[in-house]
Each structure stands twice: as structure tokens, then as C-alpha cells.
């Protein structure tokens, strides 16, 4: 079974970093695309980055673009999301979520999400 | 960027009866359409895929449907754990992939 588990989530100060960590398993990291998915208290679902299983492309949303920057160790199985300059309005939990196409060149996707972590918490706050 | 609008923002349905969610497309995105269901506390989960597979997993009462810019997840008769909030997603045309911004289904 495929296991995905985020860790680094906490409380930072308006204008702070944070960098989050997926650790996967069960399945050929490598070989599929990985993204942030976050929810603020209470609302919806917002798309926050993708990288490529070989690490080669990366995608941000507006709201996070020069502010985070998604990478990954394929050796380590886990992928991260460093957050800089972190504002108020990105106060959510952040899921990591799995690709669900096998690409062994580690280039292709489909875009949606198959599996889910369970998540952690950012607060943003003074 | 594509704009997902879901309706209603909240279903009232009674247990045994068939809840029909819709989500609408700005611009077309031919069948590249998932759902998915979240309860409180837990992360989402996939329910269909490319508009209208089911996922690994899921009952048969779950369906979807549509193309272009208008689909349709029907849930054929409401069990107790189907009470949640379910969402679609776009990816056609991404990034950015772009959620709707939810429907909630509630016991009548």
C-alpha cells in the first residue's frame, strides 16, 4: 500500500521559513510525479506545486511562485517544499499527493492526484 | 487559468436516496475531470477519474459523467459514510490545476 507522510509543519512568524518534508513508500518514487495540495481552515482545496519524477520540470501556483520552491532526493524517496517569505494567507494544511502515472523516465503525468498524505499544519502568525 | 464552479454548495439528501453534484468548466477540458471525497479531519480521496472511471476501490454507486464543461457525479443511494464534501478538479489545461470549490452533502 502506498504510504506518503508529511512532516514540518508548525507555527512561524509572518515573513519566516518553513521547509516540509514527504517521505513515500510502496511504490517506484522515482517514476512518478509528486505535488503540494493545501487547505486553509475551513475552505477548499488549493494546488500549490508539482515536480516531475525525475525532478526535471516544476510547476507553482501564482500565489506561492518565488516564494516556494518544490524539489526532491529520489534516493531518499521523499520530495520537500521549501516556504519563504511565508504569509498570513498561507496559514493550511498542506498534503503531499502521488501521480498516478508510471513514467520510468520520470518525465511524463497526468495531473491529478491518486494517493494522499495526511497532512500538516502551517500557521503563519505574530 | 480554468475556474471549477461546483452546485449546489450544500446537498440535504436523506439516507437511500441518490444525490446528483454538478461542476461546471470555464473553458472546456474534454475528460480531464476527477472527483473527490473528504470528511472532516481526513485527507481527500479519490473517487473517478478522467471524468468517469471509478478508482480502485470505490462502490458502484458512485458514477461520473460529462465532457467539455459540464459533469455530473451522481451517488446512486446515500449510505451513512457518504455524508462529506466532495470536489472536483481539473487537469487539461494546467498548471494551474484548479479545484471547485466544493459541494457538502448533509444528512436531511
Known amino acids: 500500500e502506498v504510504q506518503l507522510e508529511e512532516s514540518g509543519g508548525g507555527l512561524v512568524q509572518p515573513g519566516g521559513s518553513l521547509r516540509l518534508s514527504c517521505a513515500a513508500s510502496?511504490?517506484?518514487?522515482?517514476?512518478?510525479?509528486m505535488s503540494w495540495v493545501r487547505q486553509p481552515p475551513g475552505k477548499g482545496l488549493e494546488w500549490v506545486s508539482t515536480?516531475?519524477?525525475?525532478?526535471?520540470?516544476?510547476y507553482y501556483a501564482d500565489s506561492v511562485k518565488g516564494r516556494f520552491t518544490i524539489s526532491r532526493d529520489n534516493f531518499k524517496n521523499t520530495f520537500y517544499l521549501q516556504m519563504d517569505s511565508l504569509r498570513a494567507e498561507d496559514t493550511a494544511v498542506y498534503y503531499c499527493?502521488?501521480?498516478?502515472?508510471?513514467?520510468?523516465?520520470?518525465?511524463?503525468?497526468?495531473?491529478?492526484?491518486?494517493?494522499w498524505g495526511q497532512g500538516t499544519l502551517v500557521t503563519v502568525s505574530s | 487559468e480554468i475556474v471549477m464552479t461546483q452546485s449546489p454548495v450544500t446537498l440535504s439528501v436523506s439516507p437511500g436516496e441518490r444525490a446528483t453534484l454538478s461542476c461546471r468548466a470555464s473553458q472546456s477540458v474534454s475528460s480531464s475531470l476527477a472527483w473527490y471525497q473528504q470528511k472532516p479531519g481526513q485527507a481527500p480521496r479519490l473517487l473517478i477519474y478522467?471524468?468517469?472511471t471509478r478508482a480502485t476501490g470505490i462502490p458502484a454507486r458512485f458514477s461520473g459523467s460529462g465532457s467539455g464543461t459540464q459533469f455530473t457525479l451522481t451517488i446512486s443511494s446515500l449510505q451513512s459514510e457518504d455524508f462529506a464534501v466532495y470536489y472536483c478538479l481539473q487537469y487539461n489545461n494546467w498548471p494551474p490545476l484548479t479545484f471547485g470549490g466544493g459541494t457538502k452533502v448533509e444528512i436531511k
Open positions: 510502496e511504490f517506484t518514487f522515482s517514476s512518478y510525479a
Open positions: 478522467d471524468a468517469s
Open positions: 499527493a502521488k501521480d498516478p502515472y508510471y513514467d520510468s523516465s520520470g518525465y511524463m503525468y497526468r495531473g491529478y492526484f491518486d494517493y
Open positions: 515536480i516531475s519524477g525525475s525532478g526535471g520540470s516544476k
